[in-house]
């Protein structure tokens, strides 16, 4: 069975990704017709490569929820700021967490982020 048979005909769709999963992500969602309206929840990516951050940046289609820390690696200040001025892109940074959504200050601090996290994707998922 393929994915195309997987995937409800109905615009009911969300699909996730963490870091180098957001390549396939950025890829599938510009290839697949039946994903052109789904809702992308994208967590660390990898906003230095400029695959993603152009089908971030000027993909009108999807909605999409952006989760990363100021501590990753993999966060630029300057494209994450270019995103939250985007209507369907909803950026969020967690403060003090790296690329793993881990907290600096250690295991309970980084359960805190978790449920933040939890509690956006829920919000994202619900409105």
Known sequence: MTLDQLLPEENDVYV?????????LASELANRNKLRNAKAIW????LQND?????LINRNLQEGLIIMGDNDRCYLEERFDQLAG???MK???????DHALEHEDGMYKSIDC???I????D???TE
């Open 51 to 55: 695959y993603i951050f152009d089908h």
């Open 123 to 125: 919000k994202f998922t």
């Open 16 to 24: 996730i990704a963490k870091s180098i999963g957001t390549v396939a």
């Open 86 to 88: 985007k209507d369907k």
């Open 91 to 97: 950026p969020i940074l967690i403060k003090g967490t």
């Open 114 to 116: 978790l449920k933040e």
């Open 118 to 121: 939890l509690n956006e994707i």
């Open 43 to 46: 967590l660390t990516p990898l």
